[in-house]
């Protein structure tokens, strides 16, 4: 067997409002192995976040539902296990942060309460030993003055520091598999280049699994072992991180590289991919990129285009590759 | 520095409290002198109609008042009478009124205590619940009953309860026995009727309260992180939004003392005949006995006064976010 | 006379103005002339009705599109219609009422406590041929169809008068306090600085008075005449009124200057005026609407306990005759009271209905 943890497999989830049905995630899939950290790259809009939040089963359930699709964690379907199992694998095995860090920690608790809580939850210990845990993990996440700090409250805390709390509230069980939406998306450069580090240093030492979400290609270069790219609630193309960057094939994703402005090559503008994110109530017919994609030929508007392998892990949906 | 700035904080808030209870009682002095027929002479020609000697009397009542003296020296001697505690005498129960406040305050005490305690419990909880399951046939109930409740004017609310379960049914008494002693289980079910009466109005406006607070903090992202750790729905529900709707909800249960509460228990009092602050008040209107008005209507600003800078002051100590700077 | 409509703000205010004017002129004419021929309050109403025609009415009748909108909005709140329909139904009542029913103060011995149609009810009635007390069986009657008080006087009637004083009451004492609350509302956001401390200090102190109780104290120096229970019930409760009013100006306030001074450069107050009025116009509109309940009751509340005005038919003091008879005459009690419940549901219905439809963050 291979060492996969999570295999997510043609997941849908809609979003059913007053002005009609939001395909927001529309048959992705995509595999984690144990130790590696896929990030799932596109831009503000194209499903990456609900996808992640389907894993937990976190999607806003009034206008959101999961329509289908399976979410094999050690292959137990998440989607239809019973609460009761899902509350055990949350925050346990698989563990989640956010992106927000302001507004995902609960202003009226101290921080030392938020990270002791799970720890009393899942690993039943008692007081002391869970705050001697927590103290141990937040001197992890490099948070200074931890004894002091832990009877502070989130507002007392900088961005960069409220996310180490989180991050150290999500590895407070050891969790096998950490899902981080945007993580570094609302802090500072100096800042997102410290919590990468952290990042790296789960992967290498504790060898953890982590879903990475981010629309921040340099982000992604500096973190990701695999690449999934989003583009309007579908898979665009996926692959390693050498595969995606080194030997783009999708135009879109070609689109996207282009957009980062490259200090060696001295160019007077930059190229932005032409056009609009498409609706997700209305999407256009088959190809959902073929309005902005520049090599578009007859059948992009007509025929979905399937996941082709190219080579090894490589991935793509496109009609150019079919 | 933390704790000089709550400090400062509470002095400030006292001095501005003290502002306010002067501004207060200067408002009621205004008041009495603006008034057609002077309340003070009205009483005057109570008191002399009643002694023996009425020049001594008017003589007494004068020295006491100032009544011939000019405007500022009235209101200074006023204030300083107010706040000596000396409240006057009320000639329509021979005593002072300082001693009949004392004989019945702890009658309209119990009654808005125990309103209070039934109507934020209950209303707290269908409140919170009702949140929770919103959009389901229990939310529109509660919603529609809340409306209910507080439309329903509750001195009319009171008298159907009597004609129900006094007059029809014979449960209970239709007036309310004062020979009770307070703590005993007789005097708890002759206060049902009142506390029910009371507390219905006061309770419909907590539900919404607690409904709106709850959704609020429901859609917050902290609710996400929290179902994310594996909390089971009650912990998410009871500790993470809860502590945190609290806030405002207890907020507007103190504040809206002087609204509703005061009103109510007055016409309730009238209506059960239970004689507390506001039956006492009542009666006195009518005898003419205005120095127990006054003093009952200044009671009543300063306990709101107390409730709102106690409010204040224990809403810092629940807040972590706020500064006192 | 341009120039002096464009300093007021507007050919409509100068209107306003004018006939404002004339009615003073008239009041006064009245008073030394012609010794009062109409009543106190008629002034006050035909003062509201102007000032409802010129600043409701018209810009209604104008911007018709965006009534038209509102009112769509208005609309899908079921109950919110329910409680239109029921006050535009007490309105007429109370306009028409008076001329179709019996007179509500005609005392008839012989017809008291009759039960209204439908119920009959065992009475003890002393009977002059054999001179004893005989129990009786009394059903209703169609002459009474809502049945008598303890005096004879029709309830029918009664109710109807009661009608026209709450709605009377609701409005003018309604009309009073929001009048006063606006105004200190917008000044002190407006003003701000040392005129904005003072006035929200001294609602803060009238604030500290619980509503009933000064209400009581004050119907207790002046006396319980009608004219006397709108103003005070006016004079104190506007307190509410003047803080929202003032927080939503100053949200205004901070909004309209920023774009102002950017895109519109030195446009002077007067643009400000009118874009802040509209704009406060409609949470106006919302806490009249739902202020009327309280006044209503606070007139009923006042009347039940004695210290209403005793030469006017409020339902109030129907109700405090009813208390008197429970084990004689229970309808005495039941009808006036639920007549208050009914229309202060109604009003809440209608103003809970109107704030959705105004709220923007509605999802309607």
């Not at chain 3, 509410?240 to 309209?256: F, Y």
Request: aromatic share 10%; with cysteine; net charge positive.
């Amino acid at each position: 067997m291979d060492n996969t943890v999570l295999e997510i497999k043609n997941l849908k989830t809609y979003f059913f409002t007053r002005s009609g049905v939001v395909k927001a995630v529309d048959g992705v899939s995509f595999g984690l192995r144990k130790g590696e950290s896929l990030c799932l790259v596109g831009e503000s809009g194209c499903g990456k976040t609900t996808a992640a939040l389907a894993v937990l089963r976190l999607v806003d359930s009034p206008p959101g539902r999961i329509i289908d699709g399976e979410i094999l964690y050690h292959g137990e379907d998440l989607l239809r296990c019973s609460s009761e199992r899902l509350r055990q694998i949350r925050g346990n095995r698989i563990a989640m942060i956010f992106q927000d860090p302001q507004s995902s920690l609960n202003p009226v608790f101290t921080v030392g309460d938020q990270i002791a809580e799970q720890i009393k939850l899942h690993l039943r210990l008692k007081h002391k030993p869970a705050i001697e845990r927590t103290l141990h993990l937040m001197e992890q996440v490099g948070i200074p003055q931890a004894r002091e700090r832990m009877r502070d409250y989130p507002h007392q805390f900088s961005g960069g520091m409220k996310q180490r709390v989180m991050i150290a509230a999500a590895l407070s069980c050891d969790p096998e598999i950490l899902v981080a939406d945007e993580p570094t998306t609302a802090l500072d450069t100096t800042i997102k280049a410290q919590i990468l580090e952290i990042f790296r240093d789960l992967k290498q030492k504790r060898n953890m699994s982590i879903l990475f979400i981010t629309h921040d290609l340099g982000t992604v270069a500096g973190i990701a072992d695999k690449i999934v790219v989003m583009y309007g609630g579908r898979l665009a193309e996926a692959g390693t991180a050498l595969d995606i960057f080194d030997q783009p094939k999708h135009p879109y994703t070609l689109g996207l590289i282009n957009c980062l402005p490259n200090i060696s090559t001295r160019k007077d503008r930059l190229t932005p991919i032409p056009g609009m994110i498409p609706s997700l109530i209305d999407p256009p017919e088959g190809c959902i990129f073929n309005p902005r994609c520049e090599r578009r030929m007859p059948i992009c508007s007509q025929e979905r285009p399937k996941e082709v392998v190219l080579s090894g892990e490589h991935l793509i949906a496109c009609h150019l590759y079919s | 520095m933390k704790r000089g700035g709550l400090q400062g904080y509470i002095i400030r808030r006292l001095i501005y409290a003290v502002l306010i209870a002067l501004g207060v009682v200067t408002i009621t002095f205004i008041l009495l002198r603006l008034g057609p027929i002077s309340p003070a002479d009205k009483y005057l020609a109570n008191m002399s109609a009643r002694s023996q000697d009425p020049s001594q009397v008017i003589a007494a009542v004068e020295a006491r008042y100032g009544l011939d003296k000019p405007i500022y020296e009235q209101y200074i001697n006023y204030v300083t009478n107010l706040v000596r505690g000396d409240w006057g005498w009320s000639f329509s129960t021979s005593m002072p009124v300082m001693k009949l406040i004392q004989r019945h305050w702890i009658y309209s005490f119990q009654l808005i205590l125990l309103s209070m305690l039934f109507s934020a419990s209950l209303g707290i909880l269908i409140g919170v619940y009702s949140a929770v399951k919103q959009y389901t046939k229990t939310d529109y109930l509660a919603t529609f009953f809340s409306f209910i409740g507080i439309s329903i004017p509750n001195f009319w609310l009171g008298i159907m309860l009597i004609l129900v379960f006094s007059v029809q049914l014979g449960w209970f008494k239709t007036y309310y026995d004062t020979g009770l002693p307070m703590f005993s289980l007789a005097n708890l079910k002759a206060l049902i009727l009142p506390v029910i009466t009371l507390g219905t109005g006061m309770m419909a406006g907590y539900t919404r309260y607690a409904r709106s607070a709850t959704l609020d903090n429901l859609r917050k992202e902290f609710v996400r992180t929290a179902r994310a750790k594996g909390l089971p729905e009650r912990v998410v529900i009871g500790k993470h939004v809860f502590r945190n709707a609290i806030l405002p909800i207890i907020t507007i249960i103190m504040f809206d003392l002087s609204g509703i509460v005061f009103g109510g228990a007055y016409l309730t009092e009238i209506i059960f005949g239970i004689p507390g602050l506001g039956r006492i008040s009542f009666n006195a209107i009518f005898a003419s006995d205005y120095p127990v008005v006054v003093t009952i209507t200044l009671i009543g600003a300063m306990v709101v006064l107390l409730t709102n800078l106690a409010t204040d002051i224990v809403y810092t100590r629940l807040d972590p976010r706020i500064r006192y700077d | 006379m341009r120039q002096i409509s464009s300093k007021v703000g507007g050919l409509r205010n100068l209107i306003f103005i004018g006939a404002f004017l004339v009615l003073i002129l008239i009041l006064l004419l009245d008073i030394y002339l012609v010794d009062q021929t109409l009543e106190p309050l008629r002034y006050f109403y035909l003062f509201f009705a102007i000032l409802v025609i010129f600043y409701g009415i018209y810009p209604l009748y104008v911007n018709r599109r965006l009534t038209k909108y509102y009112w769509e909005r208005t609309k899908r709140h079921r109950l919110s219609v329910f409680g239109l329909v029921f006050i535009i139904f007490l309105v007429t009542v109370a306009l028409i009422g008076p001329f179709l029913t019996q007179d509500p103060t005609k005392v008839s011995f012989q017809e008291k406590n009759l039960p209204p149609l439908g119920f009959s009810i065992q009475q003890s009635v002393y009977d002059l041929k054999t001179g004893e007390f005989v129990t009786r069986e009394t059903p209703g009657t169609w002459k009474h169809t809502l049945g008598t008080d303890d005096k004879g006087r029709d309830m029918l009637a009664m109710l109807v008068s009661g009608a026209r004083v709450s709605l009377q009451v609701g409005l003018l004492a309604t009309l009073i306090a929001i009048f006063i609350g606006t105004i200190m509302g917008v000044l002190s956001a407006y003003l701000g600085g040392w005129a904005d401390n003072v006035l929200m200090r001294f609602t803060d102190i009238m604030m500290t008075f619980p509503f009933f109780l000064l209400l009581v104290f004050i119907i207790f120096i002046f006396g319980p005449s009608l004219v006397f229970i709108i103003l005070a019930i006016g004079l104190t409760g506007w307190t509410g009124t003047a803080r929202l009013v003032r927080s939503d100006t100053l949200s205004l306030r901070t909004r309209e200057f920023i774009m102002a001074s950017k895109s519109l450069g030195a446009s002077g107050s007067r643009i400000i005026f009118r874009h802040l009025i509209p704009n406060v116009i409609s949470s106006i509109i919302v806490i009249a609407t739902l202020s009327i309940p309280g006044v209503i009751l606070a007139e009923a509340a006042l009347s039940f306990i004695g210290l209403g005005d005793p030469t006017v038919t409020s339902w109030g003091l129907i109700l405090n005759a009813g208390q008197r008879s429970l084990d004689t005459a229970w309808w005495v009690a039941v009808e006036p009271g639920f007549m208050l419940f009914l229309t202060v549901l109604a009003f809440n219905f209608l103003g809970d209905g109107i704030r959705d439809a105004f709220d923007p963050r509605s999802q309607l």
